[in-house]
């Protein structure tokens, strides 16, 4: 089955600073890779997503980037603030699954005042 | 619109009891899919329905059952409760073959 695994586990920035999270897949046949922020107590939100037949997707302060040769995608989120602060979690599925999602270990994102 | 909404949020319930979650997936989603996030990990994906079957299963032992209702909503039954059980339960709802909305999770205590 398809593993994901996630790196840092823990990130600290100052606010304005940028952020990389890494993640890298196992499974070939993956082809959708969503990253959620998770608050405290609360349940993961989707934030942005790419698709095998695209390199990079940008949304304002966050993008995506895939490659497909070498199996990692990474986030990046620019001009931090300290409500971007949460655990992020990539993830990766086959778009045939129906919303099945292996996710990453997580990422504690802290953003500095 | 409202989103996905699980219930309860939290519950507590003693070793080798049984247990019923509950799930309402977006308006106009047709698959749910049930993960289990123990603290400080990412979510372990259960099962998935789609149209009221089940689509998929992950690595749980039987204990664990889930159906799909006619209105599309959920439940994630699990019995003989264990300690190791205690976890945070999401339902995700989805209306394509790959986007997946997240509840807030219902918050299982096994004590």
């Known amino acids: 089955g398809e593993n994901v695994e996630q790196h840092p586990s823990t990130l600290s920035v100052q606010e304005g600073d940028s952020a990389v999270i890494k993640c890298t897949y196992s499974?070939?046949?993956?082809?959708?890779f969503p990253w959620y922020k998770q608050e405290l107590g609360k349940g993961p939100q989707l934030i942005i997503d790419?698709?095998?037949?695209?390199g990079e997707k940008k949304d304002q302060r966050i993008a995506v980037t895939l490659n497909k040769t070498a199996k990692h995608f990474s986030l990046h989120i620019t001009e931090t603030q300290p409500e971007d602060s949460a655990v992020y979690f990539c993830?990766?599925?086959?778009?045939?699954?129906?919303?099945?999602?292996?996710f990453g270990q997580g990422t504690i994102l802290t953003v500095h005042p | 619109d409202a989103g996905v909404t699980q219930s309860p949020t939290h519950l507590i319930k003693t070793r080798g009891q049984q247990v019923t979650l509950r799930c309402s997936p977006i308006?106009?989603?047709?698959?749910v899919s049930w993960y289990q996030q123990v603290l400080g990990q990412g979510p372990q994906f259960i099962f998935q329905?789609?149209?009221?079957?089940?689509?998929g299963r992950g690595n749980f032992p039987d204990r664990f059952s889930a159906r799909q209702f006619p209105n599309y909503s959920s439940e994630l039954n699990v019995n003989a409760l264990l300690l190791g059980d205690s976890a945070l339960y999401l339902c995700?709802?989805?209306?394509?073959?790959?986007?997946?909305?997240f509840g807030q999770g219902t918050r299982l205590t096994v004590v």
């Open positions: 993830a990766a599925s086959q778009g045939t699954s129906y919303g099945k999602l292996t």
């Open positions: 329905y789609y149209e009221k079957e089940e689509r």
């Open positions: 499974d070939s046949a993956s082809n959708y």
């Open positions: 308006s106009g989603h047709k698959s």
């Open positions: 995700a709802s989805s209306l394509s073959r790959a986007e997946a909305f």
């Open positions: 790419i698709r095998s037949n695209v």
